[in-house]
């Protein structure tokens, strides 16, 4: 079992940065994939990016590829995404998910928005 809280959203002007993170409860934490999705207002959850256990290897959607950074910290069961060169596009509730494999996750958090002026 694995409780998300994620932290790190808010107000941010076009061209900005935030930086987001999901805190995992669980000793398991580590053994999981994590992955943050987003949810835009009257649109589907999205994928946003991905990371595997070991922190290794990173997947990302086309839309945030070179602006956005996943990674984790395994020792303070953290998992990070860092959010450059904001777009108003991006505004969005941000979720972090935790699962057993790469494209199912059984694990999600509140989510936290972040809202991007242009």
């Known amino acids: 079992q694995v409780q998300l809280v994620e932290s790190g959203g808010g107000l941010v002007q076009a061209g900005g940065s935030l930086r987001l993170a999901c805190a995992a409860s669980g000793r398991t934490f580590s053994t999981y994939f994590m992955g943050w999705f987003r949810q835009a207002p009257g649109k589907d959850r999205e994928f946003v990016a991905r990371i595997t256990w070991s922190g290794g290897y990173t997947y990302y959607a086309d839309s945030v590829k070179g602006r956005f950074t996943i990674s984790r910290d395994n020792a303070k069961n953290t998992v990070y995404l860092q959010m450059n060169s904001l777009k108003p596009e991006d505004t969005a509730v941000y979720y972090c998910?935790?699962?057993?494999?790469?494209?199912?996750?059984?694990?999600w958090g509140q989510g936290t928005p972040v809202t991007v002026s242009s």
């Open positions: 998910a935790a699962g057993n494999s790469p494209v199912k996750y059984e694990y």
